[in-house]
């Protein structure tokens, strides 16, 4: 008899050949494809650990039988003295965040035991529309890492507070919700657009409601009454975390927790407050969200996750049911996350239960990857032409755009003051020379629309930032991905700028004038298709040009706080590209002179 064949990425295993054949293997009277030999499964159903052999016919468990049991396979794995469980789910990422394509990304997680992710394209739905939604289907479809593809529903992510590339109306995204390459509504940021029963999003969560499909959410900062009416809306998840209490409240509130690694320093509460209650309950689930190309290559994706949580004291079975058993619950897969026969063979081997290093992946029945590579490389999808040549600002700037005039001898301004935790400040700032004096203890930050020719700066000043001795340019910027600069002066910032508009998107560093680090992303202004590694080294460059221009202050007051100091769905005051913005308080001010509301 020859091996049933399987179909990447996403095989049936509902197909009636397959099931029969299934059906005699499990009684011995057909070999298995595969027989996996010697291995301790993980059962995340019990939270027992027990020696058994797997038999696989194509993509489907159809045995988990003691050891020894069966000895006729067309390929035998030995997996003695080693542990086997379902294959990872990461259950919220955003590709775009490693800089590097689907298929790249894929190569990346694979050999570490990730099988399944959901992906939330709303960088490249807000940079590149609907041509960046149509590549994102497209590349998740012929990809053996099974991506979930989900429909953004902020683009942008507050409307009539910022521009960004695309505008992804109700009907849009009810359009997008009835294909069958998507698997529902990627988190809605506006979560103040929510509580105010806006139009707009009523009628975007409501088209997730028509179809019956997942509704993933964003809910920093919402407690109590807002916390209720967020959830009421019918949205199903958080990522946004903040505290011990704040998982505490968001699990008695019912959602999703993707517990994500982004957040390290909060890790640990998070694992003294889930050891309090004895068990991990079955809504708390695992995610990335996102992972800079270094850290992703250095240190992985899902699995580095489940070692964290493990190093700060979670019991190492409980945290794979999260990333597994419990993934494939709140996702409605009944065909993951389980080793029993009739599931599906989404598998990883690992050499133990703190480490966690895979030494196998198989995903549909087949394997993958093996010591920590692919068994066959993944073909890249070709990229559109619409996603090349995004960062339409032709202009070349020079100090004076980055200035704020004033026709007074001193003005008062509008400080956003904090980051990550944005609060208002205000500050009285003598005028020279027509222009405002900035002090060095303020930052100074600019963003220009990126999507149109002739824009000009919108600037904002920073307290709380530290002192910086050179500029940052980005487009990497959550989540308009505008053309943003952090400097304390303003010859920095102009060059700095102009170096990442040449090319067409990217990370610059600059410091008296010199350039200091480049990483030019030129599809949508926020991947490459270059190698990983020599991405990963070229942004290192940057990380050790940024150490040298500013003074980081962990937890908040990081290298990544620059990529979402522009994200202006949070509550507290932003700069967007119209200027200082709070969408709680429904404000905005085209500069930064004024009194704070």
Not at 120 to 131: I, K, M, R, S, Y
Not at 239 to 244: I, N, P, Q, R, Y
Request: a negative charge; aromatic letters at 6%; glycine letters at 8%.
């Amino acid at each position: 008899m020859s091996p049933v064949k399987t179909v990447m990425p996403d095989a049936d295993i509902n197909n009636a050949e397959l099931r029969i054949a299934a059906v005699e293997a499990a009684q011995g009277k057909r070999p298995f494809d595969i027989l996996i030999t010697g291995g301790t499964v993980i059962d995340m159903v019990t939270g027992r650990l027990r020696k058994a052999d797997i038999g696989l016919t194509g993509p489907l468990i159809c045995s988990v039988h003691p050891p020894g049991e069966f000895n006729t396979a067309s390929k035998t794995i030995d997996a003695s003295e080693r542990f086997i469980s379902p294959g990872l789910i990461d259950m919220h990422l955003h590709i775009e965040s490693s800089m590097i394509t689907p298929a790249a990304y894929a190569t990346q997680v694979l050999p570490r035991g990730v099988t399944t992710t959901v992906w939330d394209p709303h960088e490249f739905a807000n940079t590149c529309g609907l041509a960046g939604m149509e590549y994102a289907m497209a590349a998740a479809s012929t990809c053996p890492l099974r991506i979930l593809t989900l429909v953004p529903s902020c683009v942008p992510s507050a409307p009539g507070f910022e521009t960004t590339g695309a505008d992804f109306t109700a009907d849009i995204v009810a359009s997008l919700l009835n294909r069958k390459e998507t698997h529902g509504i990627g988190e809605v940021m506006s979560m103040q657009a929510v509580l105010d029963n806006d139009n707009r999003f009523h009628a975007i969560v409501q088209a997730g409601l028509d179809t019956g499909k997942r509704i993933c959410g964003h809910a920093r900062g919402l407690s109590g009454r807002q916390l209720n009416a967020y959830t009421a809306a019918g949205i199903e998840t958080d990522h946004e975390l903040t505290s011990a209490a704040d998982l505490m409240e968001k699990l008695e509130a019912g959602l999703t927790i993707e517990l994500r690694g982004s957040h390290d320093h909060l890790l640990p509460e998070f694992v003294e407050a889930l050891n309090s209650l004895g068990c991990v309950p079955p809504t708390v689930t695992l995610c990335t969200d996102d992972v800079f190309i270094d850290d992703l290559l250095g240190k992985g994706g899902l699995d580095d996750v489940v070692r964290r949580l493990i190093k700060y004291g979670l019991d190492p079975v409980q945290t794979l049911r999260a990333a597994t058993f419990n993934a494939a619950n709140r996702l409605q897969r009944p065909d993951l996350g389980l080793i029993a026969a009739g599931k599906r063979a989404d598998l990883v081997v690992f050499d133990n239960l703190l480490n966690f290093n895979a030494t196998m992946t198989i995903a549909n029945g087949q394997c993958i990857a093996q010591d920590g590579k692919l068994t066959r490389a993944i073909p890249e999808q070709p990229l559109p032409d619409a996603l090349k040549n995004t960062v339409r600002s032709s202009e070349h700037w020079n100090a004076t755009d980055f200035r704020v005039p004033s026709a007074s001898s001193e003005v008062t301004v509008s400080v956003i003051e904090k980051p990550r935790f944005t609060a208002w400040g205000e500050r009285q700032l003598p005028v020279r020379e027509g222009y405002i004096d900035v002090p060095e203890d303020l930052v100074r930050m600019a963003i220009i629309n990126r999507f149109k020719s002739g824009s000009r700066p919108s600037v904002a000043y920073l307290g709380q930032w530290g002192t910086w001795s050179g500029a940052f340019a980005t487009t990497i910027s959550h989540d308009s991905h505008n053309l943003t600069v952090f400097s304390g002066n303003e010859a920095d910032m102009a060059l700095a700028a102009n170096t990442v508009a040449q090319m067409q998107g990217g990370l610059a560093v600059v410091r008296q004038g010199e350039i200091l680090a480049t990483l030019a992303l030129p599809v949508a202004g926020l991947v490459s298709e270059k190698n990983a590694k020599s991405l990963a080294e070229d942004f290192r460059a940057i990380r050790r040009a940024m150490d040298q221009i500013a003074d980081w202050q962990p937890p908040y007051l990081v290298f990544k706080a620059c990529f979402g100091a522009s994200l202006v769905c949070n509550a507290g005051p932003h700069l967007s590209d119209l200027g200082i913005v709070d969408t709680t308080l429904r404000h905005q001010q085209s500069t930064p002179i004024g009194t704070p509301p």
